[in-house]
């Protein structure tokens, strides 16, 4: 059973850093493509940025695009999700996620974390 466990969220003022980690086990994840979501209230879910398992590939939100950077650590099985120049308007649940299709990993990611939280004050 495939698990996705995240870790790093809190609270950091405006035009600071957080770095997310998740850790996933239960499978092999070598054609996968692992990336996160974030959900703010009152808000959908909206993608944030992949990471091709083999890490040739990565992919970005254009609201996060030059402040995140998503990188991976194939022999801990860990994907990392670097946030500078935090912005209040990136306050949300942070989730991390896993899918096997190309096609789905920027909307319908088959696999969830349980999520972290990250506050951005102003």
């Known amino acids: 059973q495939v698990q996705l466990v995240e870790s790093g969220g809190g609270l950091v003022q405006a035009g600071g850093s957080l770095r997310l980690s998740c850790a996933a086990s239960?499978?092999?994840?070598?054609?996968?493509?692992i990336g996160w979501f974030r959900q703010a209230p009152g808000k959908e879910r909206e993608f944030v940025a992949a990471i091709s398992w083999s890490g040739s590939s990565t992919y970005y939100a254009e609201s996060v695009k030059g402040r995140f950077t998503i990188s991976g650590d194939n022999a801990k099985n860990t994907v990392s999700l670097q946030m500078n120049s935090l912005k209040p308007e990136d306050t949300a649940v942070y989730y991390c996620?896993?899918?096997?299709?190309?096609?789905?990993?920027?909307?319908?990611?088959?696999?969830w974390g349980q999520g972290t939280q990250v506050t951005v004050s102003s």
């Open positions: 239960g499978r092999t994840f070598s054609s996968y493509y």
């Open positions: 996620t896993a899918s096997a299709l190309y096609s789905d990993f920027r909307s319908r990611p088959a696999y």
